[in-house]
């Protein structure tokens, strides 16, 4: 448990929470998508995503882009309501904000009242921030996602580290601060330069929260199933695994298909006797 958490008690934790977590504590963050995954992690961070990296995650699509405002609905509300302590943050889907400030305020507000989540994120930099600002002042509260933006893949033709070069350096950084300018409590920079995050985080008054970025990040975020070993059609470098739960399911299922093919399972205890009718 964090010094943080323990502070805080039982209450959960809110946006302003997270967003005075700038250069105190970092930030901890895991994706989460599903009600029990959210409960078994709930005590132990600060922030729970619903990234709409659930697509390629839990449904096996090639990229983020056909996950539906629907599927964030229901996957946001079985978070929140599998935990009560951390701050849950959930992704708005490609298409479902970037046409206008009034349909991301619609589909902002749909995820809003029908999760009870404390906030959405969204992708984009300086093209976004009339949205962000829109949103921000009719209370909405956003994260910002700038680098390396999975919606954007078939524009940038991959998931490459992003600001290698010196201009593309530049932009993100106008980026991060416009999105900050616009009102949003928190940032996720993602797949950039390591000296590139540690000069956004220097320079911008909200956290930033960093996946495959820099240690000097005011918080970090990986996708669960990665840092768990339960998913690895496609591990980026910047993932750390901390167990090999992928290996654990497939020894266990065998050893449950061996009982039962034997017989040995199920067992007496496992079944329920019959009771002599007085
Ligand atoms: O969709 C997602 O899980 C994300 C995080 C990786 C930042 O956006």
């Known amino acids: 448990m964090t010094t943080k958490t323990a502070k805080i008690g039982s209450r959960r934790l809110s946006v302003r929470d997270m967003a005075a977590q700038k250069n105190t504590t970092p930030i901890v963050c895991v994706t989460a998508y599903t009600a029990p995954m959210a409960g078994f992690m709930d005590d132990a961070v600060d922030l729970l995503l619903v990234g709409d990296s659930l697509g390629m995650v839990l449904y096996g699509m090639d990229s983020t882009l056909p996950v539906t405002l629907d599927m964030m609905i229901q996957h946001g509300a079985a978070v929140v309501r599998g935990s009560k302590h951390a701050c849950v943050i959930v992704d708005m889907p490609f298409g479902s904000y ?145 167990a090999e739960l992928g290996k654990a399911v497939n020894r266990a299922v065998a050893t449950y298909a061996a009982d039962v093919r034997a017989r040995r399972f199920p067992a007496p205890e496992h079944c329920v006797a019959a009771k002599p009718k007085p």
């Open 98 to 242: 970037q046409a206008s400030p009034a349909e991301a305020f619609k589909s902002c507000a749909r995820v809003l009242a029908e999760t009870g989540c404390a906030g959405v994120k969204l992708e984009g930099g300086q093209e976004m921030s009339e949205t962000i600002r829109f949103l921000t002042t009719r209370g909405i509260p956003v994260m910002g996602h700038v680098g390396l933006t999975p919606q954007s893949v078939n524009q940038f033709g991959g998931y490459g580290t992003r600001g290698k070069s010196k201009a593309e350096a530049r932009m993100i950084i106008d980026d991060a601060e416009a999105v900050a300018d616009a009102g949003a409590f928190a940032i996720v920079i993602e797949g950039t330069v390591e000296p590139l995050a540690r000069a956004i985080t220097a320079k911008i008054p909200v956290p930033t929260i960093g996946i495959g970025a820099s240690p000097a990040c005011d918080g970090q975020v990986l996708v669960t199933e990665d840092l768990l070993g339960l998913f690895s059609t496609f591990t980026p470098k910047f993932v750390k695994r901390y």
